[in-house]
């Protein structure tokens, strides 16, 4: 299966600031990449499609201008979560693969204070 | 509305009993996939069925697809604390491939 890298694991910021995170495909070109957005002991939700070369496409009730996403390459995604506030604390999840298998980053648990 | 419902939720039981979860949905779906996460990772992939009827083990894990492609279960045999985690089942509609649809988890925990 596909190899992931998701950096950083985990951080912590500051109320109003940004965060970046990245999920790369080490083995595996890939051009369309999901990220999702987890609370403790539920399911995964699906944010947004991330698509090489062009837009993505995002879940209804996801606010595209907060949750950017850059998939500048067959290799890397990033998601920024702009002016970050409490609420947006979460366990963030990409993924690589369509059709019937899928391989996930080691996830990135983001904690806003 | 949930697409695929999974139960149960939570499920707390002691070592060496057996368990099985439910996949459950009014569509078909061309397969589906059983992870299985631990506390601040990402989810990994068990395995795949893809056949109405199918039945595949790993271990003392055992899942099995409906025939009508509608359903899925995994069972344990024996539980061990090592099998604590949550369990996702998520499949592909089938003429949809597009979107993974997931259920909700169950929570598992194996007590020693």
């Known amino acids: 299966g596909a190899v992931v890298s998701q950096h950083p694991s985990w951080v912590i910021c500051k109320s109003g600031t940004s965060v970046k995170i990245e999920c790369r495909s080490l083995d595996f070109q890939a051009t369309t990449m999901f990220w999702y957005r987890q609370f403790p002991k539920q399911s995964l939700m699906l944010m947004a499609t991330s698509n090489e070369g062009s837009k993505a496409t995002y879940e209804q009730g996801v606010e595209k201008d907060k949750f950017l996403i850059n998939h500048a390459s067959l290799t890397l995604s990033t998601l920024t979560v702009t002016s970050a506030h409490p609420e947006d604390s979460s366990f963030y999840i990409c993924r690589v693969g369509s059709g019937g298998e899928a391989f996930f980053g080691q996830g990135t648990r983001l904690t806003v204070v | 509305t949930q697409l695929l419902e999974q139960s149960p939720q939570f499920l707390s039981i002691q070592e060496g009993e057996n368990l099985t979860v439910y996949c459950n949905s009014s569509s078909v779906f061309s397969s589906l996939q059983w992870y299985r996460q631990e506390p601040g990772e990402g989810p990994v992939l068990l395995v795949t069925?893809?056949?109405g009827g199918e039945v595949k083990k790993l271990k003392r894990l055992t899942f099995q697809f409906g025939d009508a492609r509608k359903d899925s279960s995994l069972h344990i045999t024996a539980a061990q604390p090592g099998d604590t985690g949550l369990y996702l089942c998520a499949g592909l509609i089938a003429g949809n491939n597009r979107k993974l649809i997931w259920g909700l988890g169950t929570s598992l925990a194996v007590n020693p």
């Open positions: 069925v893809v056949t």
